[in-house]
């Protein structure tokens, strides 16, 4: 059964930082491509970064360029995204995904993954 549960979220202040971690049991990690996504209250589910599968490629949605950094460790099964001078805009429920690796690349569309976790919540407040 494949499986993706996300850690590490919580409340942060402004210019803080957190490290989000996505475990994933079931399936060989390095089979696939794996984002990123945050959803905030009322907006659509975006995709703020990806890992291809070997760790090759990454790619960054242009809004968290610069803050945001992926990893990943296949052989602990888990994918990181360290998030640093987190801003309140960056309040949403993050969720990794986990989908096929085509041509060594990987894109932050959300047809792109069909396994998905339940997300882990990200408050960023003073």
């Known amino acids: 059964q494949l499986q993706l549960v996300e850690s590490g979220g919580g409340l942060v202040q402004p210019g803080g930082s957190l490290r989000l971690s996505c475990a994933v049991s079931?399936?060989?990690?390095?089979?696939?491509?794996i984002g990123w996504f945050r959803q905030a209250p009322g907006k659509e589910r975006e995709g703020v970064s990806c890992?291809?599968?070997?760790?090759?490629?990454?790619n960054y949605a242009d809004s968290v360029k610069g803050r945001f950094a992926i990893s990943r460790d296949n052989a602990k099964n888990t994918v990181y995204l360290q998030i640093n001078n987190l801003k309140p805009e960056d309040t949403a429920a993050y969720y990794c995904?986990?989908?096929?690796?085509?041509?060594?690349?990987?894109?932050?569309?959300?047809?792109?993954?069909?396994?998905w976790g339940q997300g882990t919540q990200v408050t960023v407040s003073s």
């Open positions: 079931g399936f060989t990690l390095d089979y696939y491509n």
């Open positions: 995904a986990a989908g096929p690796s085509l041509a060594g690349v990987c894109g932050l569309s959300r047809s792109g993954y069909a396994t």
């Open positions: 890992i291809s599968r070997y760790g090759g490629s990454t």
